[in-house]
DNA sequence: GCGACAG
DNA sequence: ATCTTGTCGC
C-alpha cells in the first residue's frame, strides 16, 4: 500500500482497511532524545479546500523558527472517527515542506483516544515515522472525571478498560482539553509535554500558532 | 433501535 | 470546522 492509497481512500470500507493496516506500526514507546524541535499543526476549511499551517518552534523555548502551509482539495469529508482522511492531506503535505525535521509532533484532534487507535496524531506520527501527540478540545470516545477546576489538575480517559489518555485542565475555569499520545511517545510523556507548551490560554501555545496561520492563509484565499 | 460523535 | 455581535463573568 503506498502514501497515495492511504491518503485518499475512495470510501469509507477502503479508510476502514487503511486503518487497521496501520495499527500494527503504532508504538507507544518512551521518547528516545528530548525534542528541541517542535511542530504543531492544524487545518482551516473553505467550502471545496483544506488549508493546513504548521509552526515549528524551538523546545522549550518556543521561540518560533519556520512556518509552512498547505492548501489542498477537500476529497473527503468529514465524519466522526475519520478525520485523518479529511485533514490528512493537507497537514501531511505541509508538514513535509518543512526545511527543519521536528522531533515531536502537536496535532489538533486525538491520537488513540479513538474507536481503532487511530485518530489524526497516531496517523500522521506513523506516515512520517515522528513521536506525535494529540490534543483535542473535545472528547471523541472514552470516559473520564471532569479534572479540579484549577489549571495542572487532569484525569485519566478511560476506554475499553484502557488508559487512552488525560483530560488536562490546561487554564483554570475553563473547559479541559484533551491528550492522548499518537506515536513513538507514552501517555505520561504526552501530558508532560503538553504542559510545557501552555501559557495563559487553553490552547497550548505551539497549536494556538498553527491555528492562526491556517485561518490567516484560508482568508488569504477568498 | 437510540444516542454519541475529534474537526 | 463554519455561519457571526454583543455580552456576562472572573
Redesign the pocket.
Known amino acids: 500500500m503506498n502514501l497515495e492509497e492511504i491518503l485518499f481512500p475512495e470510501n469509507l470500507e477502503e479508510a476502514d482497511r487503511i486503518q487497521a493496516a496501520l495499527l500494527p506500526k503504532l508504538k507507544l514507546i518512551p521518547l528516545k532524545k528530548k525534542p528541541k524541535m517542535i511542530a504543531a499543526a492544524?487545518?482551516?476549511?473553505?467550502e471545496h479546500q483544506v488549508i493546513a499551517g504548521v509552526c515549528l518552534f524551538s523546545f522549550p523555548e518556543l521561540e518560533l523558527l519556520e512556518t509552512r502551509v498547505a492548501v489542498e482539495p477537500l476529497t473527503f469529508p468529514?465524519r466522526?472517527?475519520?478525520?485523518?482522511f479529511?485533514?490528512g492531506p493537507a497537514i501531511f503535505k505541509a508538514i513535509s515542506r518543512l526545511k527543519h525535521k521536528p522531533e515531536l509532533l502537536l496535532l489538533?484532534?486525538?491520537g488513540i483516544a479513538?474507536p481503532r487507535k487511530?485518530?489524526?496524531?497516531t496517523?500522521i506520527g506513523i506516515l512520517l515515522e515522528i513521536p506525535s501527540i494529540?490534543c483535542?478540545?473535545?472528547?471523541?470516545v472514552g470516559q473520564f472525571q471532569d479534572p479540579r477546576i484549577k489549571k495542572g489538575n487532569y484525569s485519566e480517559i478511560v476506554y475499553r478498560g484502557e488508559i487512552m489518555g488525560y483530560a488536562l485542565r490546561s487554564r483554570t475555569?475553563a473547559k479541559p482539553i484533551f491528550i492522548s499520545p499518537g506515536h513513538l511517545i507514552t501517555p505520561q510523556e504526552s501530558l508532560n509535554l503538553i504542559q510545557l507548551c501552555l501559557s495563559e490560554y487553553r490552547i497550548p501555545e505551539p497549536l494556538r500558532q498553527a491555528?492562526f496561520l491556517s485561518?490567516k492563509i484560508?482568508l488569504a484565499h477568498l
Not at 118 to 121: E, H, I, K, R, S
Open positions: 492544524d487545518a482551516a476549511f473553505s468529514y466522526p472517527g475519520y478525520l485523518s479529511c485533514e489538533d484532534g486525538q479513538h487511530m485518530g489524526l496524531a496517523f494529540g483535542a478540545k473535545s472528547i471523541l475555569g491555528h485561518q484560508k
